[in-house]
């Protein structure tokens, strides 16, 4: 879907290793992983474009912060506007 918008989404080192934390069961393994990326990054994306708060042809970085999740807007390559920041 963000492909036919010609959104380009980014994520960090930093998120990639907090839905790793927030996704690992010891007993399921790695399996839950999906579930929080669709919980957290996919949903909040989706709220994100019906509130139309991500346009069409934008970048947005996919981060972490003390154990948040944020969305944020990229002009130029550099951060913007906070979207999301959540959990």
């Known amino acids: 879907m ?3 918008k010609k959104i380009d989404l980014q994520y960090s080192k930093e998120v990639v290793e907090l839905l790793g934390t927030l996704g690992f069961d010891p007993n399921f393994r790695a399996r839950p992983v999906k579930g929080v990326i669709q919980q957290m990054v996919e949903n ?3 709220l994100a474009l019906l509130r139309e708060e991500i346009m069409k042809e934008e970048s947005v970085l996919i981060d972490a912060l003390k154990a948040k999740l944020i969305i ?3 002009e130029n390559g550099s ?4 979207l999301v920041a959540n959990h």
Not at 79 to 82: D, I, N, Q, T
């Open 72 to 74: 944020r807007k990229l």
């Open 79 to 82: 951060s913007a506007e906070v």
């Open 2 to 4: 963000l492909k036919q």
């Open 44 to 46: 909040e994306v989706a």
